[in-house]
């Protein structure tokens, strides 16, 4: 028994189940509420986590959820840090009345300017050859390189000038002859060493005086043993993963629940014996390129050999000569037309790069495979308010690949991208007075939608713990708060 100790669960993990943007954001901060903690593992800036309270929406990077409520935010080892985005987020939220207390592990690795850049250059390099990723352009995954590489900067090098100078010289004209030499791109400020020294040891100056740098496993070790309760919040998404993922379309960290203690400095007999939410959106949405089998239309720029002329709902709906036939034009403008709808309605343009989000119908091979990968014992769907209207709602069931019936995620890019999907279809369900079913909870909301999430949660043989209908905090109907249950 830990000093202190509450009962029931004191650690609770929430994951994206899919593509990234389920909703974690949201969720996180719901149930932050009963945490005392909220740790971010994974992931750096490239992350875009929405929190809605009333009027007011806050949308963070890399400070955690649970810093809307005043909750400690910790970035463990396994994330990324860009100290220029940290502190130009602490900076605004603080002129919005905030001043979170945020601990960063010194064993945390730092994103430099060359890393930004050189994630652009690869990404236009690997744009000539069209298998380019459409990543955020943080930087995320040269500095994960370099992390793996052995020759990465670290927040607790930032610490101590003469380690970072040291880091640099070696560092510096490596990236400097990759970028002239193998990619025959000119470089600037981003790699003088002069400069960044300069800058990063001011930053490292910053960490040191707010006291904000720890060993981020000592530091949760000893809150847990006070009594104090953690919430880790996953970035990104299962698909997404750099292991688990659709690679190379992927990341370059591990988003779903075994990225929790190899991030955080917990082991994993802590994570597992909590709890572990996959939050799901209700249908799918993918920023950047990769396969999307159930993806409704396109997005030009995004979607693999879509350029948008052939499926323009405008077009196709003109040049129908052939009345009351279902034809592929009539199809495409149709799916066209559902996937912005559902765009819209959604809300769905990137967080952090504004781009509007490929849409597809939920793939239940996907939600498998995320509860396998992550353990989950519970399910957040969100966005259930979101396909209200439709007529029908399909999820894709199991796909057809080659001539066999598949239930779960084929292991690489090409035979995954071969999948057809094989859907069921659902009666759509009306447009409801949410804030009315969220007073009155789970059996309030209309029957089609409960037909539809139970359909789910049977599939996928994870309980359902809670149901978002709007981006509000309180547009959420819990059916379970993890925290609350026994263990
Ligand atoms: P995250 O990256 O997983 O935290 O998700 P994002 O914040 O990138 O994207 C989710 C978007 O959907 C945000 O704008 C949220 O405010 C919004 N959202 C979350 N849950 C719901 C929901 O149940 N209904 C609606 N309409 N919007 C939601
Ligand atoms: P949250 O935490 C959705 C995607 C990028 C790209 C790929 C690699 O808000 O759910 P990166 O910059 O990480 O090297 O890009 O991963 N991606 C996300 N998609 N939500 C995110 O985060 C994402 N973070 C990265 O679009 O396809
Ligand atoms: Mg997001």
Redesign the pocket.
């Given at each position: 028994m830990h000093r202190g100790a509450k009962t029931g669960v004191m650690v609770v993990t929430v994951v994206?189940s899919q593509l990234?943007?389920?909703?974690?954001?949201?969720i996180v901060d719901r149930w932050s509420d009963a945490a005392d903690i909220v740790v971010r593992y994974q992931g750096g800036d490239n992350?875009?986590?929405?929190v809605?309270h009333g009027d007011e929406e806050y949308t963070l990077s890399l400070v955690p959820s649970g810093a809307v409520r005043g909750k400690v935010g910790v970035l463990g080892n396994g994330c990324v840090v860009n100290p220029e985005t940290l502190f130009s987020e602490l900076d605004a939220l603080a002129e919005r009345g905030l001043d979170p207390e945020i601990r960063v592990a010194r064993r945390a690795h730092v994103v430099f300017p060359y890393h930004r850049e050189l994630d652009g250059i690869e990404e236009r390099a690997k744009a000539d050859r069209e298998f380019e990723v459409g990543t955020t352009g943080k930087g995320i995954g040269p500095t994960y390189e370099d992390k793996a590489g052995r020759r990465g900067i670290r927040v607790g090098d930032l610490l101590d000038p003469d380690v970072l100078r040291d880091r640099l010289e070696y560092v510096v004209p490596q990236k400097r002859a990759l970028a002239e030499s193998v990619f025959d791109v000119e470089t600037g400020d981003a790699f003088d060493i002069d400069r960044l020294y300069e800058e990063y040891r001011r930053y490292g100056e910053r960490l040191r005086e707010a006291e904000m740098t720890v060993d981020a496993g000592e530091f949760l070790a000893a809150e847990r043993d006070a009594g104090k309760r953690i919430l880790f919040e996953g970035a990104q998404g299962t698909m997404i993963d750099i292991d688990h993922g659709n690679y190379p379309y992927v990341t370059s960290s591990n988003p779903t629940a075994g990225g929790a203690p190899v991030g955080s400095g917990l082991g994993p007999g802590v994570v597992g014996n909590g709890e572990i939410v996959g939050?799901v959106k209700a249908y799918l949405t993918r920023v950047g390129t990769g396969p999307l089998p159930t993806e409704l239309g396109g997005v030009a720029g995004q979607t693999p050999g879509y350029d948008g002329s052939e499926a323009d709902p405008g077009t196709d709906a003109g040049t129908d000569t052939d009345a009351g036939a279902d034809t592929d034009a009539d199809t495409d403008a149709d799916e066209e037309e559902l996937a912005t709808r559902i765009r819209e309605a959604?809300?769905e343009y990137g967080?952090v790069t504004g781009r509007p989000r490929r849409v597809g119908w939920l793939d239940l091979p996907m939600l498998r495979h995320a509860a396998r990968a992550s353990s989950l014992t519970g399910l957040a769907i969100?966005?259930?308010?979101?396909l209200a209207g439709l007529d029908s709602v399909k999820v894709c069931e199991r796909y057809d690949l080659a001539g066999e019936s598949v239930g779960t995620i084929p292991a690489t890019t090409e035979r995954w991208a071969a999948c057809e999907p094989r859907y069921e279809e659902f009666d759509g369900w009306p447009d409801a007075d949410w804030d009315a079913a969220i007073g009155a909870g789970y059996g309030a909301l209309p029957a089609e939608a409960r037909a539809y999430l139970e359909y789910v949660s049977d599939e996928v043989g994870v309980p359902i713990y809670a149901v978002?209908?709007?981006?509000d905090r309180a547009?959420t109907i819990v059916l379970e708060d993890p925290f609350d249950r026994d263990r």
């Open positions: 994206g990234g943007d389920e909703g974690k954001g949201g992350a875009g986590h929405t809605v939050v959604g809300g967080t969100n966005h259930v308010d979101t978002g209908v709007g981006p547009q």
